[in-house]
């Protein structure tokens, strides 16, 4: 299956708030309320930030948050900050292939 | 604070095996190693994250994807705390950093730092 279209970067000055989008079908983001957001840092693995579209693992600052509209899930950062640079990835379950997709990914820089 | 760490990466030729181990601490009190789901999921530059192959808390299913389907195994030790993913008939598009990672639903909850393989003649 393919994989979910985000951005390929975003940007944002410090204090500001951005979105990242993560576009997918009827068959994933659109059906099911399962989309999971990933920060990595360079040289680092992934770091799982929001699952189940909108939850915040322990740990995790409240500047994160997940929404989810039709096929279309967001991640918002507020309050930017220098740490925030890093690539983001979404991911949902799929009833299509393996049941699993991820994004695109995005690079998010902070001005 | 879980703590996966991979290893067995490495350079290999075409058509070659290699496997990959991944070893697990830290679960608190009431999370152990038995009760997660565990995966391995890869990254290229240019395909980006791409999940590969994932195995029930009690080893009983697996799953993967269907490019490695026939080629890779993965298995797990609970005693351990580890789990492995047997590669073989590697390929030039298997060249990838490999991480492992824990899953309590449809997600992955924590994940290693990776382990490069590098499949070229």
């Known amino acids: 299956q393919s994989a979910l279209t985000q951005p390929a970067s975003v940007s944002g000055s410090p204090g500001h708030s951005i979105a990242i989008s993560c576009t997918g079908s009827?068959?994933?983001?659109?059906?099911?309320?399962?989309v999971s957001w990933y920060q990595q840092h360079p040289g680092r693995g992934p770091k799982l930030i929001i699952y189940?579209?909108?939850y915040r693992p322990s740990g995790i600052s409240n500047r994160f948050s997940g929404s989810k509209s039709g096929d279309t899930a967001t991640l918002t950062i507020s309050g930017l900050q220098a740490e925030d640079e890093a690539d983001y990835y979404c991911?949902?379950?799929?009833?299509?292939?393996?049941?699993?997709?991820f994004g695109t990914g995005t690079k998010v820089t902070v001005l | 604070e879980v703590e996966l760490v991979e290893s067995g990466g490495a350079l290999v030729q075409p058509g070659e095996s290699l496997r990959l181990s991944c070893a697990a601490s830290?679960?608190?009190?009431?999370?152990?190693?038995?009760?997660?789901?565990m995966s391995w999921v890869r990254q290229t530059p240019g395909k980006g994250l791409e999940w590969v192959a994932k195995?029930?808390?009690?080893?009983?299913?697996?799953y993967y994807v269907d490019s490695v389907k026939g080629r890779f195994s993965i298995s797990r030790d609970n005693a351990k705390k580890s789990v492995y993913l047997q590669m073989n008939s590697l390929r030039d598009e298997d060249s990838a950093v490999y991480y492992c990672?824990?899953?309590?639903?449809?997600?992955?909850?924590?994940w290693g730092q990776g382990t490069q393989v590098t499949v070229s003649s």
């Open positions: 990672a824990t899953s309590s639903g449809w997600y992955f909850d924590d």
């Open positions: 830290g679960f608190t009190f009431g999370f152990t190693f038995s009760r997660f789901w």
């Open positions: 195995i029930k808390p009690d080893g009983n299913e697996k």
């Open positions: 009827s068959s994933d983001v659109g059906s099911y309320n399962l």
């Open positions: 189940n579209v909108s």
């Open positions: 991911g949902s379950y799929t009833r299509s292939g393996s049941n699993w997709v």
